[in-house]
């Protein structure tokens, strides 16, 4: 099994950690959108990260694959079987794929990706925008981040995206405000101790320090 992309990107790190939480063993190949080689464009026709290989089924997009992965290995299930928690799964997933994500984007852009990685001056005033603009989806969250995970008693799809989200946000420094959402913090804290997450962290962490970051 193959993923390309670069771990940074929440949405690589959401099939790094479907695929560690279900146990399974997957090679990270770094993958950049904007220098593409033919096996990765292969699996990402958009040349988008994620994409993923597992024998000769090539596809790309964490949804997709997550999809892929937990019918392929149900085991355990990552989208729960009782429709209203199936839904609600899919739900936190949209939240954090398109509200939290792209919202905290231009934090990402101008306090990391410019200065450290594209060598540009970042635009402070659109982070700190942003930084704001991210209130609404944490007290949404924070309303919502009541029981043991996001969808209730079991570990979903939903708490793996909107955990991806928090951790690259953390690559900026921003840190999320305990006091002000408790139940986040709590939550996040859970997610953190899970083996699947702890284990796509330290695969993270090899790729992060040997790209020198
Ligand atoms: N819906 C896609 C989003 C993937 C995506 O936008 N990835 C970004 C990196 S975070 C990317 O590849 N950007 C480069 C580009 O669009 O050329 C998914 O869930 O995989």
């Known amino acids: 099994m193959k993923i390309y992309g670069f771990p940074l990107s929440p949405f690589v790190r959401k099939v790094v950690v479907a695929v560690k939480e ?116 944490l007290a949404y969250l924070e309303s919502v981040a009541t029981g043991e995970w996001l969808v209730g008693a079991e570990f979903t799809v939903g708490d793996i995206a909107v955990a991806s989200t928090v951790r690259t946000l953390g690559y900026t420094g921003w840190r999320l405000d305990d006091a002000a959402y408790p139940n986040v913090a709590a939550w996040f804290g859970r997610v953190q101790q899970r083996e699947g997450w702890k284990a796509a962290v330290a695969t993270e962490d090899r790729i992060i320090s040997a790209a020198g970051l």
């Open 22 to 137: 279900k146990r399974l063993d997957a090679e990270v190949v770094p993958s950049n959108p904007s220098d593409p080689d033919a096996e990765f464009l292969a699996a990402s026709p958009f040349g988008k990260i994620p994409a993923f290989r597992d024998g000769d089924f090539a596809l790309a997009d964490s949804t997709a694959i997550i999809t892929y992965l937990d019918a392929k290995y149900p085991e355990p299930a990552l989208l729960p079987a009782a429709p209203e928690a199936r839904a609600r799964a899919v739900w936190f997933e949209e939240v954090a794929d398109t509200v939290l994500t792209p919202t905290g984007a231009p934090i990402v852009l101008n306090r990391f990706l410019r200065p450290r990685l594209f060598g540009t001056e970042g635009d402070e005033a659109a982070a700190q925008a942003a930084e704001e603009a991210l209130a609404k989806p």
